[in-house]
């Protein structure tokens, strides 16, 4: 028989020992091989210990007898290959964040997701490739080479966690773990044809999450379906006592929210039509629009919106964004992890360490380190986090009146290889679209909604009120009963 | 109208230095254009009105909270300090160059 694809079907098959863990992690592992030559999704590809692991999960006792932890056969993720982002720390692996800075580096302990991973029955597979501190949007700022987008492989897979969006689009894995700063999860699922949810501010535990901009992160799921995606965010969402700044919220639960039958009468859709004025491709407006009727089909309505100050969601972002970032990669001195280039004198060693770090890092820090400079912290810091405050009770607005806010995830396809490296400024205009619901702390999921004329996927992006990601599954999991969701030809390969 | 700022070479080397980055020349005509160009673009947001707003620090997002002050367990430090390109893990320092005559 052929194997389970899909996380769910996985899970069922290996409870019911109608498959072993470990032939659905050779399998994972075996088109690895194969495709990750061509897309480069992964950094580290553990195959010894997942199938260690795997073998350790077929090992468990029959249901219902004493021993191991009870109940593994209800486990929500039996024998699950999970692809982790390579700037979330393992210690069974290592952990590079795509930069020369942490070649080699294995940290001294596990995220709190990985262990709810492990917990929840999962097969970690490796760590997927993203750009240098998960800052960049096409993973062309990764130390270790860029990933290539299995629609074409001459266009990237967006970024920073385009390594995950490959890893799942292409049918490596069924699921994998990415993190967001300002669109590093739905934009890379939208230009690679699957889903990408990016968490409420506080919903998901950051506890061994290499910092980027501590505003702004969140770890997110991606999935092929809105009910895999519910299974791995129900695990690794709540409260975690290592991360502060983790919410108690509680957690519902995510699967028992999908619809079962695609209606989701009384969902109602702002769209704030005045920022698809300029920018958007033709072939995403279209996809868009399609997406909107699909929804309308669905049962929601639709309802016209302003959001006057979300056009600055990207000029904010970067004064922001990069403020935290000067602040949290002072920590690479090369004095207690990471690589040390030698040097005679302290100062030295700081300067030699960190000539290291890649060009759009620095070119980041540079920024951030001038806005939170004596003379220009008010003018460009303390401005931008006014703006941010407006932007969020734009959203505030919003949600009086519709459910859900929705835009096209990037305005863009995906872009060729090369095409916006030369030009920051071009590059940062990926996030135009995703930045905002990081600046306001809200959760927003890309969901596929069709192909282009050249055959590239588009993403339709729904943003929703404070913890209420339920109701962004529920519309994607309505919104995949409506469209035909093609996969990539990577067979061809 | 503007007000955004115009980054000479010198401009770039001071704000390396705060940052203890070492840029190649080449690097450092490379960014002045790039962060005026940059930070001219972020010079919108210094045009909104913001009088009265107050300053968004984190997202409000739920029950996050601070916890009461109490040592709790902690990564092991042999573990830690393996990490390290250099210490002295019996006395449990790091160990660095020469801090002073640089």
């Known amino acids: 028989m052929s194997l389970p694809r899909n996380a769910c079907e996985i899970r069922a098959a290996v409870a019911a020992r109608d498959v072993s863990a470990v032939e659905v992690c050779r399998e994972a592992l075996d088109r690895i091989t194969r495709l990750d030559p061509t897309l480069h999704a992964f950094l580290h590809v553990d195959e010894k210990g997942a199938l260690e692991r795997a073998a350790q999960l077929d090992r468990r006792p029959p249901a219902g007898r004493g021993g191991g932890a009870p109940g593994l056969d209800r486990a929500p993720l039996l024998g699950v290959p999970v692809a982790l982002k390579d700037n979330i720390c393992t210690a069974a692996m290592p952990t590079t964040a795509g930069s020369r800075v942490l070649e080699h580096y294995v940290p001294p302990y596990s995220a709190t997701v990985v262990e709810r991973l492990e917990h929840a029955g999962a097969v970690i597979i490796g760590k997927t490739n993203c750009d240098e501190f998960a800052m960049g949007s096409s993973t062309e700022h990764s130390a270790f080479g860029p990933s290539r987008n299995p629609w074409d492989t001459g266009r990237t897979p967006g970024g920073s966690s385009g390594g995950s969006a490959v890893a799942v689009a292409a049918d490596m894995v069924p699921l994998a773990l990415g993190s967001e700063t300002g669109g590093s999860i739905r934009q890379p699922a939208a230009l690679c044809g699957v889903l990408g949810l990016k968490p409420t501010y506080g919903r998901v535990s950051r506890y061994g999450l290499i910092a980027f901009a501590s505003s702004l992160d969140q770890i997110g799921p991606f999935a092929r379906s809105a009910k895999d995606m519910a299974a791995l965010f129900g695990i690794i969402a709540g409260r975690d006592p290592r991360d502060a700044t983790s919410a108690a919220d509680a957690v519902p639960d995510y699967t028992k929210a999908l619809t079962g039958d695609g209606d989701i009468s009384g969902l109602r859709v702002g769209v704030p039509r005045e920022l698809l004025q300029d920018g958007v491709e033709p072939g995403v407006r279209d996809a868009f629009d399609a997406a909107l009727r699909e929804l309308q089909g669905a049962g929601a309505t639709l309802t016209d919106i302003r959001l006057p100050h979300a056009s600055l969601a990207i000029p904010v972002y970067y004064l922001v964004a990069n403020a935290e970032a000067s602040s949290n990669l002072a920590r690479y001195d090369g004095v207690r992890y990471g690589t040390r280039a030698d040097a005679s004198t302290l100062s030295d060693l700081y300067y030699r360490t960190r000539a290291r770090l890649g060009a759009e890092v620095k070119r980041r820090i540079m920024i951030g380190t001038f806005v939170l400079s004596a003379g220009y912290y008010d003018a460009y810091y303390v401005k931008a986090q006014q703006v941010r405050a407006l932007i969020r009770k734009d959203y505030e607005e919003a949600f009086a009146r519709v459910d859900v806010v929705a835009l096209p995830t990037s305005p863009t396809v995906a872009f060729k290889l090369g095409e916006r490296t030369a030009d920051p400024l071009k590059m940062y205009l990926s996030d135009v679209f995703t930045a905002a619901a990081n600046l306001a702390g809200l959760p927003a999921i890309s969901i596929p909604c069709g192909l282009t004329r050249e055959t590239l996927p588009v993403g339709l992006q729904l943003t929703g009120r404070p913890f209420d990601e339920a109701t962004l599954l529920r519309a994607a999991d309505a919104l995949e009963r409506r469209f035909v969701t093609p996969r990539p030809d990577v067979d061809s390969l | ?102």
């Open chain 2, 1 to 102: 109208m503007s007000m955004a700022e115009t980054f000479t070479r010198a401009d770039i080397e001071r704000i390396a230095r705060l940052a203890r980055l070492e840029l190649t020349p080449d690097e450092v005509t490379l960014f002045a254009g790039q962060l005026t160009a940059i930070l001219g673009y972020a010079d919108q947001v210094r045009q909104v009105d913001t009088s009265g707003v107050e300053a968004a620090a984190l997202p409000a997002s739920g029950s996050i909270g601070s916890r009461e002050d109490e040592p709790g367990p902690s990564l092991d430090r042999d573990v830690v300090m393996s990490q390290a390109p250099a210490a002295d893990r019996a006395a449990g320092l790091f160990k660095v160059p020469r801090v002073l005559g640089s």
